[in-house]
T-cell receptor, first 115, second 114 residues
Framework: AQKITQTQPGMFVQEKEAVTLDCTYD???????LFWYKQPSSGEMIFLIY??????QNATEGRYSLNFQKARKSANLVISASQLGDSAMYFC????????????FGSGTRLQVQP | EAQVTQNPRYLITVTGKKLTVTCSQN?????MSWYRQDPGLGLRQIYY???????DKGDVPEGYKVSRKEKRNFPLILESPSPNQTSLYFC?????????????FGDGTRLSIL
């Protein structure tokens, strides 16, 4: 079974608007972390934001916020005031405390910001 | 500056010619890992290391070797590369508190095996 599901292969958003990228996950480990990474066309993986399974509040980092709904097992990324430089692939990933502690990635969402 | 450094960034080589991709981190991280990224398959873990001299297989270890003789270095070795190992490779590291620490990634190595 897929551990991380990103159902939006591609998204378009107008510059200065907000956009939500969806992510659902599946785990039986009570302790886990959820991460979002950005991969621009140049290829590097850039860490954006983290949410822990025990965190009571949604994480925020500048224009990025994570809408964490634990009961629904969703961890959606919200980008406010989109900029042209936000055009990239976005990956949701999970890291469980048990086992080999690898990052398990979703298939990604390609976001294109239009002027 | 805290970083993970991979070399080379790009390599085109031929089947069977042994190659090593180096990875070095300057953050004193215990955990290091190699991933490969392929279209339609996302990122998959090849090998990981929880500390010096401690390494183990990830999801797709066949055809690869690693070593962790020093904390900062975690080279990926392809003893006899084949075309199906053509991919984008990432090295990553994180601190001991595994679940809530982001893995910091190198800039990637694009390997083409002809």
């Amino acid at each position: 079974a897929q551990k991380i599901t990103q159902t939006q292969p591609g998204m378009f958003v107008q510059e200065k608007e907000a956009v939500t990228l969806d992510c659902t996950y599946d785990t039986s480990d009570p302790s886990y972390g959820l991460f979002w990474y950005k991969q621009p066309s140049s290829g590097e993986m850039i860490f954006l934001i983290y949410q822990g399974s025990y965190d009571q509040q949604n994480a925020t980092e500048g224009r990025y916020s994570l809408n964490f709904q634990k009961a629904r097992k969703s961890a959606n990324l919200v980008i406010s005031a989109s900029q042209l430089g936000d055009s990239a692939m976005y990956f949701c990933a999970m890291r469980e405390r048990a086992g080999r502690r690898a990052l398990t990635f979703g298939s990604g969402t390609r976001l294109q910001v239009q002027p | 500056e805290a970083q993970v450094t991979q070399n080379p960034r790009y390599l085109i080589t031929v089947t069977g010619k042994k190659l090593t991709v180096t990875c070095s981190q300057n953050m004193n991280h215990e955990y290091m890992s190699w991933y490969r990224q392929d279209p339609g398959l996302g990122l998959r873990q090849i090998y990981y290391s929880m500390n010096v001299e401690v390494t183990d297989k990830g999801d797709v270890p066949e055809g690869y070797k690693v070593s962790r003789k020093e904390k900062r270095n975690f080279p990926l070795i392809l003893e006899s590369p084949s075309p199906n190992q053509t991919s984008l490779y990432f090295c990553a590291s994180s601190s001991r508190d595994y679940s809530n620490q982001p893995q910091h990634f190198g800039d990637g190595t694009r390997l083409s095996i002809l």
